[in-house]
């Protein structure tokens, strides 16, 4: 059990590391000077000769990677274009919003989707299961700021029950932070509440024909019991790994959810960079994001550990 | 009770386009979403014909009409006509998806052989795919947008390189369980070199399959063309696409919702008739994955 | 009056005229027998039991007749009421132990909830009681076996804890599909003395489901035979086996193999088509990090197959034949030792150097269904060989058409597809398709195991006439004793990777030398009958 939790651990590193590569590689492979990009357009020639310094253009790329990603380690993300303040400082101060988001979706979709899902392949072929299927081919299917600007349609502008906008901390009273973050959340949620819903049912679905489930009704269980202990709890690996890999989708989201909201988070700040092409701020948010993927995966490759005996006694 | 008498079943094959009928028939939702799309199709490609105005063309003191006889939708911040350029926003999203579709199933299927088939290559790529896979595809599409500059081209590849790694992991399954079939086996017995196994015994095995995942991949593309264009990393506004209509038009909302929603209402339901109809291939050509859920 | 009688019962598809599955089932059980059922695939065996038990899959529906269990018609009584007999009035045990408990519960959790849901019993009466259970079932330290989850137990351990589950609140029936087939000859046996030692505690009745006659001969009181879902006959077992009524049940009957070897063959070829030396095969443990134990699945083992003569390798499951098997065709690479193919030693060749040899040794694998590829004709599928090595298309597809009418199938079937075919079918044309490459030697990985038994045997007799023509070497692996005796001249009995006896069949199967060999043979299930010739082998000495 200790060599596999160390196995994962030690696999998540190359997967990093070749993150980290094809970021290099990105900037490395655009036509012009890195400098020049990394500095941006009203940059003094003092300003450029000091960021090929620090970059090592002349030194072979390895040693730029390298040296690079040895930068990265000690927290250094480089300086925004546009603000000119350190990139870990401003994503500091725009972490909470985007975490607030996505842990309310996920919460919100989880509770949710595995009842839906786990109805729907119960009763799989009645109306309940075509209802659920369909919703979620609408989850995958209308853009999440069509889904947005539907909210704040209905619910801000006619109905008024939400405003339009703006987010609050959770610090400043959870009554007006949770009115603040309803409707951003319900607007993210369908998409997930579709991946979750949808595997749900297909794994119940496939282990309601098998045999143990079999063995569990001819043992004359009750079918909640059914359901619950013996279906459910072998979906329960499938499930959390499609909300671990779903974890991707989740940033993406967010990212333009918030620029649907006016939240002033992650994605707001990936977006404000991409408009003025701050690529510094970029290329952290993506190996942030990515990082806080990876380690959710392998947080989820530890819980198999708990969920699944077979890993467990290996 | 003999197998030597027994009778031979006759062959059960059905044309290409039966099965396609069937398909389309399969449901009154897939019916319309394909009868949807082949409208939304025609209409791109006959784009100039149809419109009743220019496109691109400025008229200032048309500015955020409502929809009226002489503008059905009626205009945007420029005063230029929604409709037309609804219309000829298709073009850009079709292109996109198709486009996206074909290369990444192509690019994935000779990757996932190779992976699944040659020991180094496999430990090496499905790293890379693993690290793909860790960066969320809308932000890998911003960068690359962003640093390379807005164009089709760009746009095209920031939306199909994210895609490739599902195909890769997809086609590299199959590929591994196929091998593992005692008629594999029994192909390398015969001699059969790894070309021909290949060719013969593994890539039929994935035409389904790649079929399902292709009309995914094109929805997913349609849907993130628009998603970058919406947040400004995308195509350039003097070529109208769904998303960038949307994206002109947020800062309206409140007055003109419609320049918003109209190309989001076209998006949607062009998106989902294709995953109506990827979801019906799934079934027809493919019990077995429908039963399973194709991994998306 | 009978503790369960079923009456004219109809199963049919649900909703489709006329696609009668069961088709006016009558039969009776009385308290403290056992009815073995027994009949080929498709004869609608397991349906009649999972519709006593209430347990049809949805697509199917008993239509008609009667299914009546201490006077009350099962097929009128509720959801509600079947959940309340089960377990306390019947219950059922299934094929394939491993897949039949949940994997993410502890086994005796898993036993426990029955008496949660159906006793008034406190949790730590009903965990004495689950204890108790375990030991009428014989698993060894019930205290740590009770935490244990079902991959940490062997095939039979897996097993002896369903019958303990089906068996904890003393049903009066037992309904046992296939109980033991999925398991090693030697853990039948255990079970099925296990499964007549509570049948007489308990006083129960046993519905015992089986393919197998070996297995009929020994647990049986009384026998029904069906067919294509109609019943062929009721008898007690030993007038059935003596003196059967219908020539259905006579025909199954002949196609059983004879637990007795073969007369060996007078003339043997000097000729060695195939012989190994010190044939080793290890799989090395894991990674850096995970330990897993180095498995040496196949050492030294070493034989000599001359022409025209068929080698058998026996063995239980992980006994390393497979392996040996598919080191022979170089699917694996084995690990040391030596391979010698017509005169070459192919263990340690290159793939390309290993082309020209491949011709001379075929293979026909276990599972039809798998064995051909369903997306191109069976023609095809023959001639693929013959091209690689140069053989022209026409000429190779004119082979195909004979070698198919050799098997006993129409030569026109070369542009049929594979799901056109029956199993037994499929198997013919597998065999064709290795014949197609004229190899001088055979391999026989479990080709018959999975066909019903009367196509086993026609199999079998193809095989032989086929070796008789060509002057084959057959290198057959079997897990089945029965089969081995019958087609065999020579056996290897294997066990744990090792050779445990090497010698004519006359002799290992005859009169065995090792211990495993004997344990191996007293296990198999029938072998006092001579089920061909209709009597007990005492009696044919006599």
Redesign the interface.
Known sequence: MV??I??RI?AAI??????A???FL??RL?PGDPAA?LAGDTATPEQLEAIRESLGLNDPIFTQFFRWVGQLLQGDFGTSILSGKPVIELIGDRMEPTISLALTTIILSVTIAVPLGVIAAWKQGTLIDRFVM?LS??G???????IG??M??LFS?ELKWFPVQGFRPIGDGVGDFLHRIALPTFTLTLLYIALIA??T???M??ILG???V?????????ES?VLM??AL??CSVPIITVIG?GF??I??GV??TE?VFNLPGLGRL??D???S?D?PV??A??LL??LI??VI?LLIDIAYVL????IR?? | MSDQTATIAPPARMSPLVRTREIVLSSPLVTVGTIILVLVVLSAIFAAWIVPHDPVRLTPSQRLKPPSETYWLGTDAFGRDLFSRIVYGGQISLVVGVAAAIVAVVAGLMLGLLAGYIRWIDAVLMRMVDGLMAIPSILLAIAIVSLWGASLWTVLVAITIPEVPRVVRLVRSLVLSAREEPYVEAAIAAGSPTFLIMRRHLVPNTVAPLIIQGTYICASAILTEAILSFLGAGINPETPSWGNIMAEGRIYFQINPGIVLWPGLVVSVVILSINLLGDAVRDALDPRMAKRGLER | MSLLDIRNLRIALDGVRDADVVKGLDLSIESGQTLCLVGESGSGKSLTALATMGLLPPVLKAIAGSITLKGENLLEASAARLRDLRATSMSMIFQEPMTALNPVARVGQQIEEVLEFHSDLSLSARRSRVKEMMEAVHLPDVDKMYASFPHQLSGGQRQRIMIAMALVMRPQLLIADEPTTALDVTTQAQILSLIRELREDQGAAVLFITHDMGVVSEIADDVTVLKLGEVMETQGVDDLLRRPQTDYTRALLRAVPSQVPRPPRDEQSDEVVLSTNALSKTYSGGGWFTKTREVRAAQDVSFSLPKGRTLGIVGESGSGKTTVARCIMRLIDPTSGTINVGGTDIAMLSQKDLKPQRKKIQIVFQDPMRSLNPRIEIGQSIIEGPLNYGTARDAAMARARELLELVGLPASAVDRFPHQFSGGQRQRIAIARALAMDPDVLVADEAVSALDVSVQAQVLDLLAELQERFGLGILFITHDLGVASQICDDVLVMQNGRVVEYGPAGQVLGSPRQDYTKTLIKAAPGRHWDFANFRPFAEAAE
């Open positions: 060599g596999y160390v196995q030690l190359p997967v990093m590391g070749f993150v590569l094809f970021v990105l900037l655009t990009i369909l081919v609408l995958f299917s209308v853009p999440v700021f069509v600007y539907l704040i349609s502008m949808r595997i049912r297909t794994s679905l496939e098998d045999d143990y079999r063995t569990a009704r001819a043992k004359g269980l009750p019991r202990r013996h709890r072998n890999i991707a989708l940033i993406s990212v333009v620029s990936t977006v960079a991409v408009l092409r690529y970029i290329q948010v993506i994001a990515s993927y990876v995966n969920l699944d005996p077979r006694y290996a």
